[in-house]
């Protein structure tokens, strides 16, 4: 499969993003489809359009709508005169074709598979081509990802691991070349904060807040937030599988 990936790197580092936002350009046989333009950015566009120079390009698509990937798709879309894909509407995003699980998508000689993904958020989609994933943020390269429902996310999770992967292309961090190495730790990690939490609860932290103060002490503080989500929803799915010994407040901390 003759493939040309490019990565052009918003300019939104932070505690959040990494690096920044990764936005990826998939050629095939002379036809270029955009992945997750990122944020609303007059400067990124600019890159963008720069990096595609004469090439073709077919759609625009977006793995999910947080505001790091997805604002800048429909300037884009309009700049470039093609369709804009994506599974929903968000904020500041607005799809011209809505995509879902098993839509396909021609790129060139290629075909991109759309996966529904959810955890991260519920409109989370992976494309796949061949053995190559683009994960958006369902899977990061070098770190964890904040997660919504964490029930749906391991199940989407353990579905990757069915599938035979030679590279993931994420959408923040580095590539990663080892993709089912990075997916057992995934689970693992998810698996471990999952104990670490029960135990924490099991000890007397009855609250996100607390839950959070005792498991990710080590963490830096500005990651806190982030992890209160993801305590909350390690939580939600607890006590949903009957786990906890009573129904909890799961709201995370102002």
Known sequence: MNLRIERVLAPNPGPFTGPGTNT????????????????????????????IGQRSVASVLVTHSHSDHAPLANPLGKELGVPVHGYSPGPGFDPDLRLSEGSLISVGETTLQ??????????HLCFLTGRILFTGDHIMGGSSVMVEDMACYMSSLERLQTLELER??????????????????????RRQREQEILDAFNEG???????????????????????????????????????????????TPD
Do not use: F, N
């Open 205 to 251: 932290a009855r609250d996100v807040e607390s839950i959070v103060g005792a498991v990710y002490r080590a963490v830096d503080p500005s990651l806190h937030p982030l992890a209160a989500m993801s305590v909350a929803a390690h939580l939600r799915k607890l006590e949903a599988e009957g786990r906890l010994p009573h129904p909890l407040d799961t709201a």
């Open 168 to 189: 993931l292309y994420p959408g923040h961090g580095s590539e990663i070349e080892e993709p089912q190495q990075v997916i057992t730790w995934y689970l693992a990690h």
């Open 114 to 123: 759309v996966l529904h993904t959810p955890g991260h958020s519920d409109d």
């Open 24 to 51: 990826w350009l998939l050629e095939s046989s002379g036809e270029t489809v955009v992945i997750d333009p990122g944020p609303l950015s007059d400067q990124h566009l600019t890159a963008v359009v720069a990096a």
